[in-house]
């Protein structure tokens, strides 16, 4: 049993360091905001709050400004 922890604690800490070195490489934590995301803009896809504002009749707010991008 002991075994197992040890192994599932050295796997989790592997794939921490993995996604540190990640960002430390890049020099910034990767934006993942949908209204920021081209390949996504060029498919036309977009936050539900920024599509919620438009069947509210709020055409005037400009992509995902609500999720926060």
Known sequence: MLHLFLIAT?????ATAGLA???????KF???HIGHNPEL???GITC???DSA?????PELDAC???GG
């Open 10 to 14: 050295l796997l989790v800490a592997i």
């Open 21 to 27: 070195v990640g960002v430390i490489v890049r020099g």
């Open 30 to 32: 990767p934006n993942r």
């Open 41 to 43: 803009k060029k498919r």
């Open 48 to 50: 539900a709050k920024n």
């Open 54 to 58: 438009y069947c509210q009749g709020r």
């Open 65 to 67: 400004k609500g999720c």
